[in-house]
């Protein structure tokens, strides 16, 4: 039985990714040393987790004066995702970080949120086993021994859509809560398989020697994956803001895919401890989120498309998530995505 290095199980505590977690409660982070050219707007975006290689475009935002130089000056804030939704809704926040089941939640809760750019191309969440339990399509997971954080977030999202593709139900799986130890879990066989980010546990196993089959939601269902949400609100009062804040997050992400090296020395800056003996691990967790960052060809980045939020409504309504069918048109926009 192989187990995984005591560094790598650090670094992988340390890169648990976005939905889904528990992160530290909302807290401010300084936005570096972005040169200043009055006026500027200022703007706290609300992430779901603590300061991390995953928000490398960001750092690159504000460090090169992109945020700054589109008259933003930009902090981040950590926290709990369902709590920025809620700032967001009621306009304490002008915009967080979420993916597109959120904001389906959210719309059917009466909050007046709106997805107005895709930041993850492709939902990030998979269904990860190593390769002698044989698990590599959805209906292999029939009888087996799942672990997940728990029954909510991105991760319950992604295993619920698995699931479902095989015409399978949680009756038919054994569900184990076990916190953010999926790649530990897996490694010493504690569950069969397990639910996590595609770029955290199966990277983490990886390094370890570990080779690992996926099972990923988007080969099954298309949910809009994590992007830039606002609200109704700030659209209404102040579409320059929201055109502004989209067309900085755009050219900080195509940056930071055009000069990887340097982003991720950058977020290292932001970030002290992904670097020293974690640096190996999360250059490896960089690398493999860049592909997810990346627009499919013929694709146009930012943009996401109704059937794609009308299937995750329904689906969504379908799983009992929400009670209702949220109309797909309410819950994004395209009207700010620039071409780059």
Not at 155 to 174: C, K, M, N, T
Not at 214 to 239: C, H, K, M, R, S
Not at 304 to 329: K, R
């Amino acid at each position: 039985m192989q187990s995984i290095p005591r560094f790598l199980l650090t670094a992988l505590l340390m890169l648990a990714l976005t939905a889904g977690c528990t992160p530290l409660p909302p807290q401010a982070a300084s936005s570096g040393n972005a040169p200043s050219a009055p006026p500027h707007d200022q703007v706290s975006l609300g992430v779901g987790f603590v300061p991390n290689v995953q928000f490398a475009p960001y750092y690159v935002g504000m460090e090169k004066g992109i945020y700054a130089d589109n008259g933003i000056d930009l902090e981040m804030s950590y926290g709990f995702e369902n709590d920025y939704l809620k700032l967001v809704g009621v306009n304490e926040t002008q915009f967080m970080v979420g993916s597109g089941d959120q904001v389906v939640l959210g719309r059917a809760q009466g909050l007046p949120v709106r997805y107005v750019m895709n930041w993850y191309t492709r939902y990030p969440v998979v269904v990860f086993a190593k390769v002698e339990q044989g698990i590599s399509a959805p209906i292999d997971l029939a009888g087996k021994t799942i672990g997940i954080p728990g029954p909510f977030g991105a991760s319950y999202v992604a295993l619920r859509g698995i699931l479902e593709a095989a015409g399978l139900s949680e009756q038919d799986i054994q569900l184990e809560s076990i916190g953010f130890t999926q790649a530990a879990a897996v490694s010493e066989d504690k569950v069969q398989a397990a639910v996590d980010y595609a770029v955290n546990g199966p990277i983490v196993l990886q390094q370890a020697g570990i080779t690992t089959s996926q099972i990923a939601l988007d080969d099954y269902l298309v949910v809009p994956a994590n992007g830039l949400v606002t609200n109704e609100t700030t659209l209404a009062d102040n579409p320059d803001l929201v055109r502004r804040m989209v067309n900085a997050t755009q050219q900080a992400i195509a940056y930071t895919l055009a000069n990887p090296d340097e982003a991720f020395a950058i977020t290292l800056t932001y970030v002290p401890d992904a670097g020293g003996e974690n640096e190996a691990a999360n250059r490896a967790v960089f690398d493999a989120s860049l592909p997810y960052w990346t627009p499919a060809a013929g694709q146009t980045p930012g943009a996401t498309n109704l059937a794609d939020w009308q299937a995750a409504a329904e689906f969504m309504q379908q799983i009992g998530l929400v009670d209702t069918l949220v109309p797909a048109e309410e819950l994004f926009s395209n009207e700010f995505v620039q071409p780059q």
